[in-house]
């Protein structure tokens, strides 16, 4: 893989990766014009999670700080009168929201047969369709609920919503804030939200991928650690970008630009399959 393929693919990652677009589509797409997979495939998708995992503790530094001491809340420590925090209660709905997505992700490992839903086909489908979806859940109605109002209930469905991100397409980031919308919640809030229950997910996904990659065999991995480094680079600078790009803007608009987008991306897939044979 050359350096130019390596570059491009780190910047789609970390630019579609927290944006309601799939990153997934976009990576999987972009891999099969370069003939890029198996482990170098694999390679390349470590390194950018961890660039773009990175990226969002570094913008949301202060809830990233409250959920790991929260988090130690919920086995009892540093409770005040027995009571969770804001922090603590932020832990617990991030982790009654990833179980859904663990287990969806383990059933596309063990049951054979699923890699037809990396089709173009499907990437199409679920682009159009979950960008319609997100277009409904925002312009619903005004919804300003905040991270406060959320009960257990609001964690867990968007952790189901969360578990059909394992279908290329959808977007992880996508369906979430389509889920919270839904809910109630106001615009920055579902994408705060959003990506930070899809963190633990995104990290285990990386940690899985390198422990793979460590127990290749000689040889199957032609992409040097050096080309791995500057794949996690690129993926966290352009990852940060995006996240400040998108609370900004959906601080002034709605989802829109990103429903037109996907929209029109599918309808180009589709049209791109005969020609170019995605």
């Not at 503790?57 to 959920?67: K, L, P, S």
């Not at 839903?117 to 489908?125: C, E, F, H, K, M």
């Not at 980031?173 to 990506?195: I, K, N, P, W």
Request: hydrophobic share 55%; aromatic share 8%.
């Amino acid at each position: 893989m050359s350096l130019l393929q390596l570059v491009i693919i780190s910047i789609v990652q970390g630019i579609s990766e927290w944006l309601p677009i799939s990153s997934s589509a976009h990576v999987l797409l972009t891999a099969n014009i370069f003939g890029v997979s198996g482990e170098d495939e694999l390679m390349v998708n470590a390194m950018a999670h961890l660039g773009t995992l990175f990226a969002l503790f570094a913008f949301f530094w202060r809830d990233t700080g409250r959920v790991v001491k929260g988090s130690f809340e919920l086995v009892g420590i540093g409770r005040d009168n027995g009571r969770l925090t804001d922090g603590g209660k932020l832990a617990l709905l991030i982790l009654v929201a990833t179980p859904p997505a663990l287990l969806a992700g383990l059933a596309h490992e063990l049951v054979p047969g699923l890699d037809v839903l990396r089709s173009a086909y499907v990437i199409a489908g679920t682009t159009i369709v979950f960008g319609l979806l997100l277009w409904w859940a925002d312009v619903k109605g005004p919804r300003y609920r905040t991270e406060a109002d959320m009960t257990l209930r609001d964690g867990i469905l968007i952790g189901l919503a969360q578990a059909l991100a394992m279908i290329p397409g959808v977007s992880r980031s996508g369906v979430t804030m389509t889920a919270a919308r839904a809910l109630g919640l106001s615009r920055t809030e579902a994408a705060r939200f959003g990506m930070l229950c899809g963190a633990p997910v995104l990290l285990i996904a990386g940690s899985y991928a390198c422990l793979k990659l460590a127990t290749a065999d000689a040889g199957e991995v032609t992409v040097p650690l050096s080309d791995g480094l500057i794949v996690a680079g690129l993926s966290f600078v352009t990852a940060f970008a995006s996240i400040w790009a998108l609370m900004a803007l959906l601080n002034r608009m709605s989802f829109l630009p990103f429903v037109i987008y996907r929209v029109l991306l599918g309808i180009a897939i589709l049209a791109a399959i005969p020609l170019i044979g995605l």
